[in-house]
């Protein structure tokens, strides 16, 4: 039986950091798409993009003007060819305010289960900050960096607690109520179609009684970002990174078609289709889901399966792009 290497071949360039390139593109993921008929190929940032290629396809994970500028010259030149995906659809989940807008926006109704965005407001300056009842929210609190820029600053938070530890903080910054939600959250990848949903360790839960005795803020940054020394967020329930008992095992899914009618929902609104979503159960209802951040082109290489996973997504861009063009 012939292979797809012995039928016509695809060129899908891709445009990353190298850090983020080198936990993408690993040999597994190389030979499960050329096994398909797809060669991985970077391009080189420095280089012209109009002067590189032929591609069928172009993924990427850059920013700045000048980027935007050689994805527009090689569009206006190839515009055939799907460029996954748009630098004005990325910039909205630069924004902490406008990624979870999208969210409170969706039409979209279920038998059981309820969604939606925890509380939050903008502190845009200090001097406008009166007391956390005129802002109708209620400590504990969450202050997040408005800018989700990719930055190390960007995933700086604080856990605040009473007036001292807010007068603490340096604005802009997005105050976000805590909600209890068991210590776990689910990340939801998508590529396209294709929803995946995992479990990572969270923050833990803050009951009434402990609550009396935190004071002031308590810093954190990327808690549900683990891996462990083989690079893989094991959800078995096995240690992790930090030694912490984690039982993964014993948290319930969400239900994959609520999931996937979210994705869908996501995909179509921010016109996105390589994103992933955090999503934590309300401790208070089980059947109340709250999306607290949207990342653009997320660690997909923590996903187990992530080399059929993106393929299939790849294929199935390719595949759409070939009827559109016949069409
Ligand atoms: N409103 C909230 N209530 C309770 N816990 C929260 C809340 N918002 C965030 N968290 C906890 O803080 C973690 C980081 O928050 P968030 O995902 O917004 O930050 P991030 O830096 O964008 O993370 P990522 O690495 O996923 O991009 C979440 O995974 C969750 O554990
Ligand atoms: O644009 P950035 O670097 O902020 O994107 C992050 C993203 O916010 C998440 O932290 C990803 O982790 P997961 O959600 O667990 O996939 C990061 O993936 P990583 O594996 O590259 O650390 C993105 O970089
Ligand atoms: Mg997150
Ligand atoms: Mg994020």
């Known amino acids: 039986m012939s292979t797809q290497s012995q039928c016509q071949r695809f060129r899908i360039g891709y445009a990353l950091a190298p850090k983020k390139g080198q936990s993408l593109i690993q040999p ?70 406008s990624m ?31 007391s956390i009842e005129d802002l109708k929210l209620t400590f504990p609190v969450i202050a997040k960096p408005l800018v989700a820029d990719g930055s190390v600053k960007s995933h700086q938070m604080y856990l605040i607690f009473d007036s001292q530890g807010l007068e603490s903080m340096t604005a802009p910054f997005v105050l976000q109520e805590f909600v209890n939600h068991g210590g776990f959250i689910f990340k939801v990848y998508v590529a396209g179609m294709n929803v995946k949903c995992v479990k990572r360790k969270s923050l833990p839960d803050i009951s009434e009684e402990k609550l009396k005795s935190l004071k002031g803020f308590l810093p954190f940054s990327r808690i549900s970002n683990l891996i462990d020394n083989d690079k893989k967020v094991h959800d078995d329930g096995k240690k992790n990174s930090q030694g912490d008992e984690v039982d993964l095992e014993s948290v319930e899914m969400p239900s994959q078609s609520f999931l996937c009618e979210l994705a869908r929902g996501m995909r179509e609104a921010l016109g996105l ?11 208070r209802d089980s059947n109340r889901y709250l999306i607290i951040d949207v990342n653009y082109f997320p660690g ?24 559109g063009v016949t069409e």
Not at 103 to 115: A, G, P, S
Not at 273 to 283: E, G, I, Q, S, T
Not at 303 to 319: A, K, R
């Open 28 to 97: 597994s993921l190389l030979t499960k798409a050329s096994e398909r008929g797809i060669d991985l190929i970077p391009i080189d940032p420095i280089k012209p993009l109009v002067e590189q290629g032929p591609f069928d396809c172009i993924v990427h994970k850059l920013y700045g003007p000048d980027w935007t500028r050689q994805l527009q010259q090689f569009s206006s030149q190839n515009p055939n060819v799907p460029i996954i995906d748009s630098p004005d659809s990325i910039e909205r989940l630069h924004n902490r305010i």
């Open 100 to 130: 979870l807008e999208v969210v409170t926006q969706l039409k979209l109704h279920f038998d059981n289960e309820k969604f939606g965005v925890p509380n939050q407001v903008v502190v845009s300056e200090m001097k406008s900050l009166t």
């Open 273 to 283: 289709n390589l994103f992933n979503f955090d999503v934590m159960r309300d401790a």
């Open 300 to 323: 997909y290489a923590k996903m187990p399966g992530y080399e059929s996973i993106m393929t299939d997504f790849f294929l199935q861009v390719l595949h759409k792009s070939a009827v």
